[in-house]
């Protein structure tokens, strides 16, 4: 039983297009998160939920939109593809925000490659 | 910026421990050091973490230095499965922030 899991595990579009990746805990965490890896492996925070408040907003265009209909999901949209999005992105989940003193759990990730 | 430095890479022989050093001179009081591994081809993995005292769990030890400037993570007996990148982050702030890491070979 996959704790934090994300679909699609692969996506591939063409350039323009709108797509979504949604994230599912089941953990009972409280705070989700969105991360990116991109081609030179970097891995960076790009928006964190607290029961379903935005906590963290990094610069990241607007045409990321991260959305959660309720503290166990955290899905997130992406309006006019462009190919720099190609990346794999990861979906996190903690007990709480901000202290430290939880581990995250992360998903296996989703790669996408825009074409 | 991961306010941690660790070598870029690490080399070690199939059953013997490997001890993986981060420096994080700059730490506050109020700051937990976290380690969390990435396999090829799959999310960031939880190893361990800890504030002042020395942690262990069945992954791993964590030694914190007294002064807590820097932390070393043993891996008691290194497998071919334990190849990965290991990061050491300072958690400051509202989320993880990662690093370059440590590619970390193990050798048969």
């Known amino acids: 039983d996959t704790a934090v899991s994300q679909t699609p595990k692969y996506l591939v579009t063409q350039m323009g297009n709108d797509k979504s990746i949604k994230c599912e805990q089941n953990?009972?965490?409280?705070?989700m998160y969105w991360y990116k890896q991109d081609s030179k492996k970097f891995l960076k925070i790009m928006f964190s939920?607290?029961?379903?408040?935005?906590?963290i907003n990094e610069t990241v265009p607007n045409r990321f939109s991260p959305k959660s209909p309720d503290k166990a999901h955290l899905n997130l949209h992406i309006n006019s593809l462009e190919l720099g999005d190609s990346a794999v992105y990861f979906c996190?989940?903690?007990?709480?925000?901000?202290?430290?003193?939880?581990?995250?759990?992360f998903g296996s990730g989703t790669r996408l490659t825009v074409v | 910026d991961a306010k941690t430095t660790q070598p870029n890479s690490m080399e070690s022989n199939e059953e013997e421990p490997v001890h993986l050093p981060c420096n994080h001179s700059t730490i506050s009081g109020t700051d937990y050091i976290h380690w969390y591994r990435q396999l090829p081809s799959q999310g960031p993995e939880y190893v361990i973490h800890?504030?002042?005292s020395n942690v262990n769990n069945r992954m791993a030890s964590l030694a914190i230095a007294e002064d807590r400037k820097s932390s070393t993570l043993i891996l008691h007996r290194a497998t071919l499965r334990d190849a990965a990148v290991y990061y050491c982050i300072r958690f400051s702030g509202y989320a993880l922030n990662f690093g370059k890491g440590t590619s970390l070979l193990v050798t048969p």
């Open positions: 996190a989940s903690s007990q709480d925000v901000g202290s430290g003193v939880y581990g995250y759990t």
């Open positions: 800890g504030l002042t």
């Open positions: 953990l009972g965490h409280d705070t």
């Open positions: 939920y607290n029961n379903k408040e935005l906590i």
